[in-house]
C-alpha cells in the first residue's frame, strides 16, 4: 500500500518560512518523480515543484527563488523549503509520487496560510 503524509502547514505572516515534509511508503523516493502541488480556493491545482530520480529539480515561475525541494532518499522523504512567503501562497499544499501526467499517488494534503 502506497502512502504519503504531509506535514509542516500552518500559519505564518508574510516574509516568513515554512518547511513542508512528505514521508512516502510503499515506495521509494529514489526511482520515482516527485512534486509538490499546491490548490487555493477557488483555483485549480498546480505543480509548483518537482524533482525527477536523477535530482533534477523544476520550479513554477511563482515560487522560482523562493522555495527549494529536496528529497532524502535514506528516509523516502521529500521536503519543500518555502521562503519569502506570500498571501498568495496560501493554499493546501500536496505531495505526490508519479510524474505530472500521470494519475500517481498523493498525500492529504497539509494548510498554509500566510497572512499579509
Known amino acids: 500500500q502506497v502512502q504519503l503524509v504531509e506535514s509542516g502547514g500552518g500559519l505564518v505572516q508574510a516574509g516568513r518560512s515554512l518547511n513542508l515534509s512528505c514521508v512516502v511508503s510503499g515506495r521509494t523516493v529514489r526511482i520515482n518523480t516527485m512534486g509538490w502541488y499546491r490548490q487555493a480556493p477557488g483555483k485549480q491545482r498546480e505543480l509548483i515543484a518537482g524533482?525527477?530520480?536523477?535530482?533534477?529539480?523544476t520550479y513554477a515561475d511563482s515560487v522560482k527563488g523562493r522555495f527549494t525541494i529536496s528529497r532524502d532518499i535514506d528516509k523516502d522523504t521529500v521536503a519543500l523549503q518555502m521562503n519569502s512567503l506570500k498571501p498568495e501562497d496560501t493554499a493546501v499544499y500536496y505531495c505526490?509520487?508519479?510524474?505530472?501526467?500521470?494519475?500517481?499517488?498523493w498525500g492529504q494534503g497539509t494548510q498554509v496560510t500566510v497572512s499579509s
Open positions: 505526490k509520487i508519479g510524474d505530472p501526467d500521470v494519475k500517481g499517488y
Open positions: 524533482i525527477s530520480p536523477r535530482e533534477k529539480t
